[in-house]
């Protein structure tokens, strides 16, 4: 079983910046799509950001210019860094990793947004 662990989360004043990581176990990391999704209280889950095997990326419209996915393949991790921070993007941030027979979350790690 595929295990995931976020980090990185916190308080922050507007306009500030944020890295969260998210460490994965076992050694398929490199076969993983990996995804940032959030979700706020009172609301839906939502994508944030999406990257492939071949480290190809995806953002939503509100992520665009602002968050920046990545993946290390030698420490297992995705990262999310999140500049220009608003008050909309506080939420709970999750980690997911996707692959043939694999969909796994994390915990999720909370990032609040506010002056």
């Known amino acids: 079983q595929v295990q995931l662990v976020e980090s990185g989360g916190a308080l922050v004043q507007p306009g500030e910046s944020l890295r969260l990581s998210c460490a994965v176990s076992g050694s398929r990391f490199r076969d993983f799509a990996m995804g940032w999704y959030r979700q706020a209280p009172g609301k839906q889950r939502e994508l944030v950001a999406l990257?492939?095997?071949?480290?190809?990326?995806l953002y939503s419209e509100s992520a665009k210019g602002r968050f920046t996915i990545s993946r290390d393949n030698t420490k297992n991790t995705v990262y999310l860094q999140m500049n220009s921070l608003k008050p909309e993007d506080t939420a709970v941030y999750y980690c997911n990793a996707r692959a043939t027979a694999v969909n796994s979350w994390g915990q999720g790690t909370q990032v609040t947004v506010s002056s």
């Open positions: 990257i492939g095997i071949a480290s190809n990326t």
